[in-house]
């Protein structure tokens, strides 16, 4: 979640903003007479059916769509909704019959390894789990946070205890909270709860179906790979999945190493009812690429 982005962002024309009004554009790519200027697959496409509900993370293209923009690409290639969002979006989620996958909450780098952040974080939560329940949406992310010289025993027993805290909140309230798994070798240094073995012990220490972990694919492959018997294995523990290719979170596609098509079977096949959310960085056309990952994922 959130890596360092790169400089070159694909500009706003590129993104085939002409769809939006027009609503005809030119099948593929068009040529044009300036070469920072293309103009982008249309955002009118047929949506794509299968076993898993899929959606987008924002971040990664709030700078060039806005959410209205980005909620009509994901509308017309059949995702279900949009990451990472916070109460001010609901209304323009709902207006295009979406739904937020993911709602985004306290500091990832102060999470809930560390009692000093728990009166901040916990307050965060809270609020959030009301508001999301409110709206009808079933996730919020939470983080272990970094370890500061915190062991990973301790680690886990704090966020246990932290957890024990506002779980009960998530349960009255019917919302899953999900820690999700990050890579502290790349991305994210000293994150306490960056592999599954670490994450599914918490799992375990809090014994409730409304906490789970936030799977991302990206940072599980940086740690330890394994992904598709991971999933087999542990699917239970896990409550939602992120998408990334690997190397440099870029399209999840012949470019990177990870293959997605077995990953996506996978999940589909453990009975997940879920949300997968595609959270790559475009290094070309993000409505192409993003048509393109949910067609790999579609099963």
């Given at each position: 979640m959130n890596p360092q982005e790169p400089s070159d962002r694909i500009s706003r024309r590129?993104?085939?903003l002409g769809a939006l009004s027009s609503g005809v554009v030119a099948s593929g790519i068009a040529a044009s007479s300036n070469a920072d200027i293309a103009v982008a697959a249309p955002f009118s496409s047929t949506p794509i059916q299968g076993r898993l509900n899929q959606s987008l993370c924002k971040w990664c293209y709030d700078k060039n769509l806005s959410l209205d923009e980005l909620c009509q690409a994901a509308k017309s290639m059949g995702m279900v909704g949009i990451d990472l969002l916070t109460k001010k979006d609901f209304a323009t989620l709902k207006s295009h019959g979406l739904v937020c996958t993911m709602v985004s909450s306290h500091k990832l780098s102060d999470g809930l390894c560390d009692p000093k952040y728990w009166d901040e974080a916990l307050k965060i939560l809270n609020e959030t789990i009301e508001d999301s329940s409110a709206a009808g949406f079933r996730n919020?992310?939470?983080?272990?946070?970094?370890?500061?010289?915190?062991?990973?025993?301790?680690?886990?027993?704090?966020?246990?205890?932290?957890?024990?805290?506002?779980?009960?909140?998530?349960?009255?309230k019917k919302v899953i909270l999900n820690m999700e798994l990050l890579n502290s070798r790349v991305d994210h240094a000293d994150y306490m709860c960056d592999n599954s073995a670490w994450g599914?012990?918490?799992?375990?220490e809090v014994a409730s179906d409304n906490f789970k972990l936030?799977?991302?694919?990206?940072?599980?492959?940086?740690?330890?790979?394994?992904?598709?018997?991971?999933?087999?294995?542990?699917?239970?523990?896990?409550?939602?999945?992120?998408?990334?290719?690997?190397?440099?979170?870029?399209?999840?596609?012949?470019?990177q190493e990870i293959y997605y098509p077995p990953i996506a079977k996978a999940i589909a096949d453990s009975g997940f009812d879920g949300y997968i959310a595609h959270e790559f960085i475009p290094v070309r056309d993000a409505v192409t690429s993003l048509r393109e990952a949910v067609k790999t994922c579609t099963v």
């Open positions: 590129s993104f085939g919020v992310i939470c983080f272990s946070g970094n370890a500061r010289g915190i062991d990973r025993k301790t680690g886990l027993k704090n966020c246990a205890e932290a957890l024990r805290k506002i779980v009960p909140v998530a349960e009255k599914i012990e918490l799992c375990k936030l799977y991302d694919i990206y940072h599980m492959q940086i740690m330890e790979g394994d992904i598709i018997r991971s999933i087999q294995k542990n699917h239970q523990y896990f409550g939602h999945y992120h998408t990334g290719g690997n190397p440099g979170r870029h399209e999840i596609d012949e470019s």
